[in-house]
C-alpha cells in the first residue's frame, strides 16, 4: 500500500488518527441512551399513571372528560331539534341544524367536545370512566393513597359510566363499546342498539347504586338512581323507571357537571354558543318569548339579541347559562319527579301526573295546569309531560331522546328547503344520528 | 501594499498607464525587477502561489472560483477580479485545480512561489469536476457520485433574475423540485417538494442545510388563522438569496443516505458566501419595484342575482368604481417593493470575511398584508496553520410579516369573490361580507421572527492522506404570531359582528436545532490508479420545540391590545416537543483512473420518537459511477466531449413524530377546578420509521465542444412502512389517530436537464436550458385490512392505485331539467362503466391533485458582454384543482350568485345536477399551467460610468415577475391552496379565496467598490 505521506510517519499518524477516531465512536456509543432522551413535559405517559396510586387524578380526569362530553351533547341535541338553531356562516355546523348528517362527517365523528364533536367525547367519557373502575376496582384499598376511600370513587364513577351510555344510546342509531385491558390490547365492541346500548348503561347504574349503598356516598346513590330512572324510560320500562326515581326524595337534589372560565374545556358549552354578546346558536322559535297560561314562563329564558345573520336570521340568546362557570344539571329532584309523572300518565295515573306538573309550576311561579284548565285525559296529560320535560329540561340534552321517543314533529318540517341551502332532514323517531364511518370502518368487528 | 503587488502581479497595468513618461517609466521598470525578484523569493519562502483564473472563451476574470492545491485543506477563492492567492504551500512544486459551477475543471502543476499562474475555465455545462456537499469532508467530485446532484449557481442567478425569496430562487432551476405555493400574500410561504410525495401523513418537507448546519425546516408557520388560510410563513425563505453563493440537492435517498433518518425527503444544501483573499470588496444592491394584481377585473368573476325579477350583475370593476367612490381608495392597492443588500468581502490568505447586511420591505395588494425584516451575516474563515482552518457562519435576522384574512377567515377576497348585485345600490355598495376597510381595521394578524444561526467548523488535515472535519451549529428561530381582532365598537352591527369586540390569540414559539456533526475520511493510493477513499462520521441532532400561548376574547375597552385587558374566553398553553437522532455512518469508495468510481456505505440511527419495540435503523447505499468518455476505448469523437454513466442505490428513513410512540394521557382541568388528566394519544410502541428504497441510474453528457450538456436520470423510489395516521374506533376512547407501519407509496420517473449555447461568440452568447420531470405516484397499498382508503382531505382520498391525495367524488353522468330548470333523473358514475342512483353511487376517482410533470425553459442571451436578456417560463402539468370560489359563489355560501344557479336552463343539466346537489365533480378541473416567471435585462454599465461613481463595476436590472399564466384552469390562480394550504393540512388542492401570485416589476442597481 502506497501513502502520500512517508510510511513510519503515515503508520503513527495513521494509528493515532484511528485511536482518536475509535475512542470517539466509542463514546458517543456508550453516551447513546442519554443522548436519546427527551423531556416530556405536557404528555403523561399511561405506563406511569394507570395505577391506584393516581386514583383521585383519574376519577376527576373521568368526571371532567364526561362534563366536557355533555355540553357537546346538548349542544348538538339542541341544534338537531328545535332547541337550537345555528347562526354561523359556518357550513360545517349547518349539517346539524338541518337535521341531515353524513356518517363521513368529521364533525360529528372525529371533532372534539370543544368543536361540537360527540361521538369521539362521549366515547372518551365513557371509556375513562370504565378504565379508571377496572383500575379501582383491581386494586386493594391499600393501594390508593391514604384518605382517599376507593369505595367511595367507585361510587362516584359507576354513574358517570353510566350516564355516558345513556348519552350514546339517545343520539345514536347504534354504538359500540369497546374495552381497553389492562396489557394496553384493545377489545372490540360489536355493533350495538340503543337498547343495548341502555342496558348496559342500567348494568352500570345498577353497579353504581350498591357502591353507593356500601361506601354511604348520598350523592352517587341519588346520581345513580336518577340515571337508571332515566335509562330504563328511555327502555320503555316505566314502572322501574318510576320506582328508581322516587327512591330521590330530597327535592333540592341536583347533581351538575361544574364549569368554570378557566379553560375553554371546562366552560359552560351551552353559554359559549348562546349568550348576549354571542350566538352561535339561537333559541329557536318555539322557545322565544315562551309563557304558561300568560305567564311568562321562567324555566326557558331567552331574548333577543337585536342582531339579525346575514340569511336573515334573528338572533335570540338563551339566559339559562348566565355566565362560563354556570353549572349544568346532570340528574335532578324535578327529573325524576317528570319520570314518575310520566310513569303515572303511561299507567293512566293522570291525577298523579298532574299533580307532579301542577308542583313544578307552582315552584316555577306560573299557574299550575289544575289551574289553567288543562285536559285530564290521558293523551293531553301526556302531551302536557311532553311540554313540561321540553321546558323543565330545556337545554339540559334532554329533549333530542324525547323527540325521538315520543315520535315529535320538529319545525320546520322534513324536506322544507334549509335557508343555507339543501332541506332539512326527517325528525320524531328517525333523528339519530348514524354509526359514524370512523367507528364503522375502523373497528375490526363491524367489517 | 508590497503583498497585494506581489500577489496579483499588478505592476504590468501600471507599467502601461506609465507611459508617456520614460523617466517614471524607467524607475517603475527597475523598480518592478526588483519587487518581482524580491517578491518571488518572498513568495517561494512563504509557500505562495498566486494568480488569475479567467474564462478560456471571453477571457473575463471568473468571480467566486475554488482554487485547491491538490491533496491539501488549501485553497482559496477568486475574489471579483478572478484574483486567487495561496500561502502556506509546501515543497518546490504543486498542482493546483480550479473550479467552478458552470465550467469545467482547470489543472496546472506550478512552481511555489509563482504570484502569475493564470488558469483558463472553460464553460462546461455537466461540469463533472465541481465538489458538492455529500456529508464527508471536503465533499467529492461529481464524477465520483452515483447519483444526479443538482447544483444552483445563486450567485450568478441574483445578479439577473427578479428573485427575493429561496422558493423564488429554488422555483424552475432544479427538475423535480416542485414549489406549490399557497397564496400570493407576500411574507407567505410555499411546499417543497422533491421526488414526489412519499408519506401519507409525514411531512413532506426536505432536510436543510446551510453551511454544514440542520436548520428549521418548517415550511408552515404563522398565526392560528392561517390554519384556516393559506398564507403561512415558511422558514426556508428566511434566508436571503443575496447571500447564497450556491445551492445543492440531493433529491432522494440514493444520494442522501449518508443524512440518515429525515432524509427520505431529499437534502437541500445552502453554501453562503465567503470572503476571497484580496483588497476589500464593497457590493451595494439597490432594488426598487412595485408588486400588483394583474388584471382583476378579467379574472374574478362577474356575479348575479334577481334584482326586482331580473337578472342583474355586477363585476370587480362596478365594485371597485363604487368603493373608491365612498372610501377613495381602490380595493387592491399596488405594493412597494424594496430592498438594500451591502456586503464587504476580502481578506488575506490566511483569513477571509465576509459581512453582509439586507433591510427589505414588501408590501402586498392588501394593505394589512407587508413584510419588513433585517438581517446580518458574517462568515469568517482562518488558517492558523497550514493543517487547520476554520469557518464560522452568523447570521442573525429580525422582522415582521403582517398578513391579511383570506381564504375561509373572509378578507378582501371573500367579500369580492361574494359580491352581490342585490345589494349594489345598498349601503353595502354590492360587497358580499364587510368592507375591505372594516377589514384593515379589525384584524391584525402578525408573526415576528428573531433568528440567530450560527456554525463552526474546522477541518484538519494532519497528513496528506487523512481529514477530519468537525461541525457545531445552532440555529434558534423565536418567533411571536399574534390573531388580534381590535374592539371596534361601531362595527359590532356590522358583518364583522362579534369580532367587533376584539380577540387576541398570541404563541411565543422557540424552535431549537442543534447540529454536531464529526466526519473523517481517509485516502488510500493502493496501486496505480487504484485509490480507496475510506470515511466514517456521526451525528447528533437535536431539535426541539416550545410554545407559550395565551389568548381570549372581547377587550374591555376600544383602544386596549393586551391579552391582559381580555375578559373572556381565556385560553392558555405551553408545551414542549423535542427530537434527538445519534446516527453513524461508514463508507467506502474505490476509485480506478479517476474514471470508474464504487462507493458503498451504511448509515445506523437511533432516534428517541421511535417506539421502544424497535432498536436501530440501518440504511445501506451502493453506487457506481463511470466516465466511459474517459475510457482508452472509447474513441474520441469530435462531437462528444464527455459522457459519464451512473447507477446508485439507497435507502433513507422518515422518523415517526414525537411521542407518537407512546401511549399517553394529558392534563387539563378538571371538575371544580381540580387536577385531572384524559386520554391522549393511543401509542404505538412497535413505531419505526418510514423506510424510503431507491434506485436511479442516469448519465451525463457534454457536447459539441462544450455547448450542450444533457443529463437524464431515471429513479425508482419505494416507501415501505410508511406511517399512516390511522384513525382509531372513538370507542376505544383514546385520541382519534394512531400511527402504524403500514403503507407502501411508489415514485418512479425521471428528470432531464439540457442545457445548450447555441451562440457563442464576442457580441453574442445565448445560453439556453430546458429542464423537465415525470413523477408517477402512487400509493401501492395501505396495508390495513379492512380499510380501503384514508382520507386526505374533503374530496381527497389515499387509496391504493392512485396517487397520494387523490381527488374522489360523486359523478353525474346523466340529468334532465324539468320545467323549472331542477335537475331530475340525476345518474351518477357506478366506478364500472355504467350509471347508477347519486344516491347509492360511489366516488369515483376523478384525478391527481398533485402535478406528474413540472419544468422549465430559460434563456439569456448576452450582448457585447454588457447586456443580458433573460427570461424564465416554468411549468407543472398533471394535477386537478377544485375551484371553491365557483363552489362558494354558486351553493355553498349564500345560495348563489352564479349565474348557473339563477338560469339552470341555459346550462347543461349534468352541471345542474352537480350545483343543486352540492356534488362539486364538476369544479375539480386540469390546473396545469406554463408561467412567464421571470423576465429581466440586465446591463453592466460601462467602466466610466462606473468610475464616475467611484466604483470598480455596477449594473442595472429591470425585471418583470409573474406576468402571463397559460392554463386551462377557469378559477382564478391555478397555483393557489386553500385550507391548510402549505401547512399541508386537507383540503390543500382547493382554491378558495386565496390572494393570486401577485405580479411584480422590479428594478436592482448593483455597484461594486
Known sequence: MRLHTRPDAAR?????????????????????????????????????????????????????????????????????????????????????????????????????????????????????????????????????????????????????????????????????????NPDHTVTYGTELTPQQVFQSADSMFTLGIAAAQASGNTDALNMSYIGRARARLDLGEYDLAKADAQQVTDPDYVHVATASATTTRRANRVYGESNTTGTASSVGPRYQGMTYDGVADPRVQAVATGKTTSRGLVEWAQLKYTDPSTPIPIASYDEAQLIIAEADARANDTPGAIAIIDALHTKAGIPTYTAAGGATDQASVLSQIVEERSRELFLEGQRLYDVIRFDLALQPAENTPYRNGGVYGPAGAALCLKLPDVERQNNPNLQ | MPSTSCSHGRKPDRLVRTRGRPRVLLRAVAAAIAATITCAAAAAAQGVIAGTVVDSA????????????????????????????????????????????????????????????????????????????????????????????TSIDVASVTKIAPVTS?????????????????????????????????????????????????????????????????????????????????????????????????????????????????????????????????????????????????????????????????????????????????????????????????????????????????????????????????QAHLNYLNGRTNLAPEAGYGGRMWTVMLMDPLYADSSSLGFGSSFPWQYDETYHMYQDIGRFTGSVQITHQPTSWFTQRLIFGADQVNTNDVEMAARIDSLQNTNIDTDALGYKYQTNNTNKFRTFDYSATARFDVAPGLNLATSVGGQYYIKRFEYVSAGGSVFAAPGLTSIGSLTRDFTSGQDVTENRTLGYYVQEQVGWKDRRYLTLALRSDKNSAFGEGFGRAYYPKASVSWVISDEPFFGKMSWLNSLRLRAAYGESGQQPNDFDAIRTYSPVTGPNDQPAVTPGSFGNPDLGPERSREFETGFETSLFDDRAGLEFTFYNKNTKDAILDRPVAPSIGFANTEFVNAGQVSNKGVELLARVTPVRNNTVTWDASFAFSYNKNKVVNLGLAGVPYLSAGTYERNEAGFPVGAWFEKKVVSAQLDGDGNAINVMCDDGMGGAVDCASAPQVYLGSSIPDKQGAFTSTVTLWNKLKLYGLVDFQLGQKKLDGNERIRCYFVLGGVCREMLAPKDYSPVLEAGIQNGMPFYLINDAGFFKLRELSATYTLPGRFASALHASGASITVAGRNLHTWTKYKGLEPEAQFLGGSRGGSSVSWEQTDTPQLSSFVATLNVSF
Request: proline fraction near 4%.
Open chain 2, 58 to 149: 471571453s477571457r473575463q476574470p471568473i468571480p467566486g472560483a475554488q482554487v485547491n492545491v491538490e491533496n491539501t485543506t488549501l485553497g482559496n477563492l477568486t475574489d471579483a477580479n478572478g484574483h486567487f492567492s495561496i500561502r502556506g504551500v509546501r515543497g518546490t512544486q504543486a498542482t493546483v485545480v480550479a473550479r467552478r459551477i458552470g465550467y469545467g475543471s482547470a489543472r496546472q502543476v506550478v512552481t511555489v512561489g509563482d504570484t502569475t499562474v493564470a488558469l483558463a475555465l472553460a464553460s462546461h455545462p455537466m461540469s463533472l469536476d465541481v465538489v458538492v456537499v455529500t456529508g464527508t469532508p471536503n465533499g467529492q467530485t461529481k464524477r465520483e457520485i452515483g447519483n444526479a446532484v
Open chain 1, 12 to 180: 503513527r499518524s495513521r494509528r493515532g488518527v484511528i485511536l482518536l477516531g475509535a475512542a470517539l465512536m466509542a463514546s458517543a456509543l456508550a453516551a447513546c441512551n442519554s443522548l436519546l432522551d427527551v423531556p416530556v413535559p405536557s404528555r403523561i405517559p399511561a405506563n406511569s399513571i394507570e395505577n391506584p396510586s393516581n386514583a383521585v387524578l383519574l376519577t376527576n380526569g373521568a368526571i371532567s372528560d364526561f362534563d366536557c362530553a355533555l355540553g357537546s351533547f346538548i349542544v348538538v341535541g339542541a341544534e338537531l331539534t328545535d332547541e337550537f338553531e345555528d347562526a354561523t356562516a359556518t357550513a360545517a355546523r349547518w349539517v346539524y341544524d338541518k337535521r341531515d348528517v353524513p356518517t363521513d362527517n368529521e364533525r360529528y365523528a372525529v371533532n372534539d367536545c370543544d368543536a361540537e364533536g360527540t361521538y369521539v367525547p362521549i366515547n372518551r367519557a365513557r371509556a375513562s370512566a370504565d378504565n379508571v373502575l377496572r383500575i379501582l376496582n383491581a386494586a386493594s384499598d391499600s393501594e390508593v393513597p391514604s384518605g382517599v376511600n376507593r369505595g367511595d370513587l367507585i361510587a362516584t364513577l359507576y354513574p358517570y359510566a353510566g350516564y355516558a351510555r345513556v348519552l350514546l344510546g339517545e343520539m345514536f342509531c347504534s354504538a359500540v363499546i369497546s374495552t381497553l
Open chain 2, 166 to 390: 429561496f422558493q423564488e430562487l429554488v422555483n424552475g432551476r432544479a427538475p423535480n423540485v416542485v414549489i406549490m405555493p399557497g397564496t400570493g400574500e407576500v411574507g407567505s410561504g410555499a411546499k417543497i417538494r422533491v421526488r414526489g410525495t412519499s408519506s401519507l401523513s409525514l411531512n413532506q418537507t426536505p432536510l436543510i442545510y446551510v453551511d454544514g448546519v440542520r436548520m428549521d425546516n418548517s415550511q408552515a408557520t404563522g398565526p392560528a388563522n392561517q390554519s384556516f388560510g393559506s398564507g403561512s410563513i415558511s422558514r426556508w425563505n428566511d434566508i436571503d438569496p443575496e447571500d447564497i453563493e450556491r445551492i445543492e440537492i440531493l433529491k432522494g435517498p440514493s444520494a442522501a443516505t449518508l443524512y440518515g433518518t429525515e432524509a427520505a425527503n431529499g437534502v437541500i444544501q445552502i453554501i453562503t458566501k465567503q470572503g476571497a483573499a484580496g483588497k476589500t470588496r464593497y457590493d451595494f444592491t439597490m432594488t426598487q419595484g412595485a408588486n400588483f394584481f394583474m388584471n382583476p377585473e378579467g379574472r374574478i368573476p362577474t356575479n348575479y342575482n334577481l334584482v326586482d325579477g331580473n337578472i342583474e350583475s355586477i363585476d370587480f370593476k362596478q365594485l371597485n368604481d363604487a368603493y373608491k367612490n365612498a372610501y377613495g381608495q381602490n380595493i387592491f392597492r399596488t405594493g412597494h417593493q424594496q430592498k438594500y443588500h451591502a456586503g464587504i468581502s476580502g481578506g488575506t490568505d490566511r483569513f477571509q470575511y465576509y459581512v453582509a447586511g439586507v433591510r427589505e420591505e414588501d408590501q402586498g395588494v392588501d394593505l394589512t398584508n407587508d413584510l419588513g425584516r433585517t438581517s446580518a451575516r458574517a462568515n469568517l474563515s482562518v488558517e492558523p496553520t497550514d493543517k487547520f482552518k476554520m
